[in-house]
């Protein structure tokens, strides 16, 4: 506001280098209000949830992450339950199980793969159990976000479920969700690959 004020009123008073130092201040000014304003936005536009699941029923249970949870005085392990289901299925109605035709122990391997492609830390990979377990980090603030992915078989094939659970806060702003169409998109493209 100072600097729009000086930019209108005063453009004349204080010289090119004035005005100059006016448009940077203002143009810092501007992004520096921005960014609390944008994740406002998106705090509101998604679910106030921090867990999102492709099975809310029978969520995939993180086992070798949850000491790791405690240790750091983050959000429990537990899923939340019947709320945190019913906010997500409204936030996110298009996130469910992936089916793949591979067998299961195939269909396992393409998932690990597919993780270690998007640059998760695997910190427990069980074929016998078909559970993977992952953290990953947000860019900008380095928050640490729990993974896990159940593969089971389902007919000829197999079930693919995910869960991704931030460790602290009350809102992902929608990192969750994305992560797991992500990671499906990318599985579904190399299963297809597979054959």
Do not use: C
Not at 157 to 174: F, K, P
């Amino acid at each position: 506001a100072v600097a729009i004020a000086a930019l209108v009123l005063g453009a004349w008073a204080i010289g090119a280098r004035g005005a100059a130092g006016a448009v940077v201040a203002l143009i810092v000014g501007g992004l520096v209000a921005f960014v609390p304003w944008h994740y406002r936005t998106v705090a509101r536009s998604v679910p106030p949830i921090d867990d999102i699941t492709t099975d809310t029923v029978h969520p995939p249970p993180f086992v070798a992450t949850v000491a790791a949870r405690a240790a750091e005085g983050g959000n429990p392990a537990a899923y939340g339950g019947a709320r945190t289901a019913a906010l997500q299925k409204r936030g996110y109605p298009d996130l469910a199980p992936l089916d793949l035709p591979q067998a299961p122990a195939e269909a396992f391997a393409l998932a690990l793969a597919t993780a270690r492609a998007e640059g998760w830390a695997i910190i427990a990979a069980d074929p016998k159990a078909g559970r993977i377990e992952a953290t990953a980090r947000s860019f900008w603030m380095g928050f640490t976000d729990d993974i896990v992915v159940r593969v089971a078989p389902e007919g000829s094939g197999s079930r693919i479920d995910m869960r991704s659970a931030s460790r602290h806060g009350r809102s992902d702003l929608g990192v969750n969700a994305a992560r797991i169409r992500a990671y499906f998109a990318a599985l579904r493209a190399r299963a297809k690959t597979a054959g």
